[in-house]
């Protein structure tokens, strides 16, 4: 009797503790959102709150109002995310499949000239000569899509998967006479799928939420990605008057000279993260997955 | 004789050289499927680290990085002179040291916390709120903690002012910035740290604990003897990867949180945002010099960690 009391206790304490935890990672993101609901003029005179004591859409209003940049940003995300991915994933699964064959005579080698970029590389001032004065990959969609193509740890992750199928599926394959790609599209690729899911988030997830990119190689603001334009407006009031500037004839001049500034920082927060906040925690699980086998097997 | 030799020296070249061409043959194929990695390999990992000779150059854009005199071991001698170097690396290093600390022990000791949990829903809910940071990026965790900081409107201010004290403009608080960047470090990376450490903790099985909790050993007990050594190769390998990164600065933290405050380099000034304003700046060869030094000292660090751990624990070494 007295033993069960006391077992229950300790679990309270650790629930006591985790609703705590919980609440220090969501109530800074609530400040985040509840900013972006809440009036310029109570924002800038009672400051940031968890709670907006009222409503107001205006932020949203003057975003979508005032929208070509941000549309023009979001086409730009969603193309190099996407796309990039879908070609990173394609890569990295074709060169991760041979290298789960032990029957491969080059195995050895390819694996040194993937792997030995994780210990050793040349660093951002060559990389950004190549990049920008070589390839001229500066201001083009390649610039998103090319240098970050391969990622040795996701290949690891691949690989690792790869290795875990049945070798007798493929030997019994060659003897019918399939080739090697028919093979790896045809059998591999079909019972791989949970580790497609893993690392295409991974990539994708690294791709949406890239600004660095953007930072290094961009200086055409026709090709920002929505992260770096976020970035760029965390300190430029002026970007936001430019902005109120540029608004559409339909939305009379008071508005535009008392333009949401602050709220709207925001609400164009909330815009860039929403899509990726409201897919994640379902595919959480395929998260710490891929990590783990990564991390092990590295 | 000389003859003989010879010829049996071209038969066995004849037969090298057929077998590795049956060998190309016979490989060929999966060798086509590895090309397109291959192909990026060599133009955008490799090439780079032959570009890493304008560190001994004095590059002039218009020459080109071949075109560019050699200037031996200048541009080090520069940085090494410099007040940059030691400040720089102290804290990067410094950091990096703090980061791997904190993230293997809050990582443990929060998945043993989690393992206590029981219920599904529960589980679930706090894994999600502690993995959200994960899917931010770090523009955004730089709004977060600028709505805490913020001087006039932060939240932080506000809690100040509720108990009387006054206000402190956080981002000229040279002393605060090694707190507040480990604590926004470890709120971005502690959920998928401590889920890894958890699904370690569910691969356990369970008659291990029935055992020991027959045996006499207490929850304590349990965890000291088999909830920890079944982290261990877990916690081993991420502190090893950790060690190889220990001269590598997280980018966006060092360079968005502080919102590149010049004030605040002292403390908050890195290795990888030192050269991204070397780039900026257009100072090549230096830059490129302190970006080899990093790398170099980085590689040295994670093939003699990986020698000491292959000696102690030979199933955790990485390779």
Redesign the interface.
């Known amino acids: 009797m007295i033993k069960k009391r006391k077992k229950v206790d300790?679990?309270v304490f650790?629930?006591i503790?985790?609703i705590i935890?919980?609440l220090?990672?969501?109530i800074?993101?609530l400040?985040?959102v509840s900013?972006s609901f809440t009036g310029e003029k109570e924002?800038?005179t009672k400051?940031?709150?968890?709670i907006p004591s009222k409503i107001d859409f205006t932020a949203y209003k003057y975003a979508f109002s005032n929208s070509q940049e941000i549309i023009r940003a979001y086409i730009v995300t969603i193309t190099q995310a996407f796309v990039g991915t879908f070609i990173s994933v394609l890569?990295?699964a074709?060169?991760a499949?041979?290298?789960s064959?032990k029957d491969?005579?080059?195995r050895k080698v390819?694996s040194f000239?993937?792997?030995f970029?994780m210990?050793?590389?040349?660093?951002?001032?060559?990389?950004?000569?190549?990049?920008y004065?070589y390839l001229h990959l500066g201001n083009t969609m390649w610039i998103y899509i090319?240098?970050t193509?391969?990622n040795a740890f996701h290949?690891i992750i691949l690989r690792t998967f790869f290795q875990g199928l049945p070798i007798s599926l493929v030997e019994s394959a060659k003897i019918d006479g399939a080739?090697?790609?028919r093979i790896?599209f045809k059998l591999i690729l079909p019972l791989s799928k949970p580790v497609l899911a893993t690392v295409s988030l991974l990539t994708l997830?690294a791709k949406?939420?890239?600004?660095?990119t953007s930072l290094?190689y961009i200086t055409d603001d026709k090709l920002y990605t929505l992260?770096?334009l976020?970035?760029r407006i965390?300190?430029e009031a002026e970007f936001l008057r430019q902005m109120a500037t540029e608004a559409p004839p339909g939305i009379d001049l008071t508005a535009i000279q008392n333009a949401p500034a602050?709220s709207l920082?925001?609400a164009m927060?909330i815009i860039?993260?929403g899509p990726?906040?409201l897919i994640?925690?379902f595919f959480?699980k395929h998260?710490?997955?891929g990590?783990?086998v990564g991390?092990?097997k590295? | 004789m000389s003859d003989d030799i010879t010829k049996k020296d071209k038969n066995m070249k004849m037969g090298n050289k057929r077998r590795s061409k049956r060998k190309f043959k016979n490989n060929m194929e999966l060798l086509v499927l590895t090309l397109p990695a291959v192909i990026f390999y060599l133009i955008f990992m490799y090439t780079p680290m032959f570009g890493l000779v304008i560190a001994f150059k004095d590059y002039k854009a218009p020459k080109g990085i071949l075109g560019s005199a050699w200037c031996g071991l200048k541009n080090f001698e520069f940085f090494f002179g410099s007040q940059d170097a030691f400040r720089i690396s102290r804290n990067t290093v410094g950091f990096a040291l703090l980061f791997i600390a904190i993230n293997l022990i809050t990582g443990i000791v929060v998945a043993l916390l989690l393992y206590e949990v029981k219920s599904q829903r529960a589980l679930k809910f706090y894994q999600t709120t502690m993995l959200l940071p994960r899917f931010l990026s770090w523009v955004i965790v730089g709004f977060i903690t600028y709505t805490l900081l913020s001087p006039s409107m932060g939240i932080l201010n506000k809690i100040i002012e509720l108990f009387g004290g006054e206000g402190v403009d956080w981002y000229t608080q040279i002393k605060a910035w090694p707190f507040i960047l480990v604590i926004t470090n470890t709120w971005k990376v502690l959920g998928l740290n401590c889920i890894m450490y958890y699904a370690a903790l569910m691969g356990v099985d369970k008659a291990l604990y029935e055992a020991a909790s027959i045996d006499g050993a207490n929850r304590f007990k349990q965890i000291l003897h088999v909830s920890l050594p079944s982290v261990k190769p877990l916690a081993i390998v991420l502190t090893l990867l950790a060690f190889g990164n220990i001269f590598r600065g997280d980018f966006g933290l060092f360079y968005i949180i502080p919102r590149d405050i010049g004030l605040l380099y002292p403390v908050t000034d890195v290795i990888d945002t030192y050269v991204y304003r070397g780039l900026r700046t257009g100072s090549l060869s230096t830059t490129a010099a302190v970006g080899l030094f990093q790398s170099i000292v980085g590689f040295v660090m994670i093939m003699s960690m990986n020698a000491i751990v292959r000696k102690v624990e030979p199933d955790s070494a990485l390779y």
């Open positions: 300790y679990r650790i629930d503790y985790f935890t919980s220090l990672f969501l800074p993101f400040i985040v900013a924002l800038v400051g940031f709150s968890v890569v990295m074709l060169c499949y041979p290298l064959r491969f005579a080059y390819i000239l993937v792997f970029t210990l050793f590389n040349g660093g951002l001032v060559p990389t950004y000569l190549l990049n004065k090319l240098p193509m391969c290949i080739s090697e790609l790896f997830l949406w939420n890239d600004w660095y290094i992260q770096f976020l970035k965390l300190n602050e920082k925001f927060c860039a993260a990726m906040l994640f925690p959480q998260f710490a997955k990590m783990t991390a092990v590295g």
